[in-house]
């Protein structure tokens, strides 16, 4: 059973992947709107992923007994300067949503709750891989530039990504994790 202290922290981590999920439309609408095709899949693809982040959660909670709750949410952002300032502010919400990731993670390790600390794993790992691959992504933004054909290089680079991950792409459930 959960302590009222980690029902409150999970059910904030759910509202937060479903913020991301959202943010992450959002993003990718503004992609489409500015011919980024590429990026908006790509974008539209990762939103979905938020969503199961989110739904693994909910799950937890739901096989422990305990309510999960949605809350209201703010609307994300919808007007961008660049393609890179995208970027950068998904590095920067993705470094935001491990310090919280952490923060859960110090919470259930100083209950002590070993069922919710070792459920936990999976997103301690899953940051390390979302901080991993914006970087790159950046990184390749910054190597390519955006002057000339440089938007239609990346464009394509990350439409890429986006169908590698569909082929990828495996069912979650909450105790039994492929990544
Ligand atoms: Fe659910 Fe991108 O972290």
Redesign the pocket.
């Known amino acids: 059973m959960l302590s009222s202290a980690l029902c409150d922290r999970l059910n904030r981590q759910i509202n937060l992947?479903m913020y991301?999920a959202h943010l992450y439309m959002q993003m990718g609408s503004w992609c489409a709107y500015k011919s980024l095709d590429g990026c908006a899949r790509f974008l539209s693809q990762?939103a979905d992923?938020?969503m199961m982040?989110m739904r693994r959660l909910l799950t937890y909670m739901n096989e422990t007994g305990a309510l999960a709750i949605l809350g209201s949410m703010q609307a994300p952002p919808a007007e961008f300067q660049s393609l890179t300032q995208v970027f950068e502010k998904i590095y920067e919400h993705?470094r935001f949503?491990t310090q919280q990731i952490n923060e859960l993670v110090h919470l259930a390790n100083t209950e002590p709750d070993y069922s919710t600390l070792q459920f936990l794993q999976w997103?301690v790992a899953?940051?390390h891989q979302?901080e991993f691959l914006f970087k790159a992504i950046l990184d390749k933004i910054n190597l390519i530039g955006t002057e000339g054909q440089g938007l239609f290089f990346i464009d394509r680079e990350v439409g890429q990504m986006a169908t590698r991950g569909a082929s990828e792409d495996t069912t979650m459930t909450a105790s039994n994790q492929a990544e």
Do not use: L
């Open positions: 992947e991301s990762h992923e938020e982040h993705e949503v997103y899953e940051q979302e």
